[in-house]
């Protein structure tokens, strides 16, 4: 009995410790260091413009360890321009204005993530046809041993029945999951990201572009290209603690 009353008091002890490990972390925000704003729906929205390209940006949220941000490219110029937020950087300072990284850090690259997505989905078509193979051996199996069992007379064999197909089963729902959730994340790239563009004159576009989060942050720098040159749009990080 103590022995027992020792094994739930541990166990209790370890939930107790995990439950104390984690703590909320702050709500993020970004807010922009230009004065003329516009709001749209919750979100703070600033613009500037460089050669006749017009970037308007808004804050989303910090999910992920990234920061969700909202762009609308305008060009006004007379000739075509590259979008690509491959080449969008973001930079994060300390109270002292001082960087906290060595380098710039990339937005994230839509191209690359389809094309990562697309690799996992051909993996998983590749083990998807394998299982068929297995599906099918599997099914033969617990037939052979079913009628095995059944025939020899002997109610102390049942143990040997084998429940191969079932397994198998469950195996194909969890990759046909799995290529149902990559198919869904890889459209939410192709289709509501800013993806790789040339723009023509007076065209715009909008989407969501990721850039790597830190926390720890106090302001926070965005290096959004036109041609040779950049925009920068400088932000304050304000944390809101969660009590």
Not at 27 to 49: C, M, T
Not at 64 to 88: M, Q, R
Not at 92 to 98: L, P, Q, S
Request: aromatic share 12%.
């Amino acid at each position: 009995m103590k022995k027992n009353f020792t094994s739930i008091a541990v166990f209790v002890l370890i939930l107790f410790v995990f439950q104390s490990c984690f703590s909320p972390q702050n709500i993020v925000r970004l807010q922009p260091e230009k004065n003329d704003v516009k709001w749209r729906y919750g979100q703070q929205f600033v613009s500037d413009s460089l050669y006749g390209v017009i970037y308007e940006v808004g804050f989303d949220q910090l999910k992920d360890n990234k920061y969700w941000f909202d762009f609308n490219i305008t060009n006004y110029s007379n000739l075509p321009v590259l979008i690509d937020p491959a080449d969008f950087y973001i930079q994060a300072f300390n109270g002292n204005n001082e960087p906290l990284t060595e380098s710039r850090l990339r937005a994230a690259d839509p191209e690359n993530e389809i094309l990562e997505i697309e690799k996992e989905l051909s993996k998983n078509e590749a083990r998807e046809l394998n299982q068929i193979g297995f599906t099918v051996l599997a099914a033969t199996a617990d037939i052979a041993t079913g009628i095995a069992v059944t025939t020899d007379g002997n109610p102390h064999n049942n143990h040997l029945r084998t429940h191969l197909y079932h397994h198998a089963l469950a195996t194909d729902a969890h990759h046909s999951f799995q290529s149902q959730n990559l198919n869904e994340v890889m459209d939410s790239w192709k289709s509501s990201t800013i993806r790789k563009t040339t723009l023509e004159s007076n065209y715009s576009m909008q989407g969501k572009v990721f850039f790597p989060a830190l926390r720890e942050a106090d302001f926070i720098k965005l290096y959004l290209p036109v041609d040779s040159q950049h925009i920068e749009m400088n932000y304050k990080q304000v944390q809101f603690p969660v009590n």
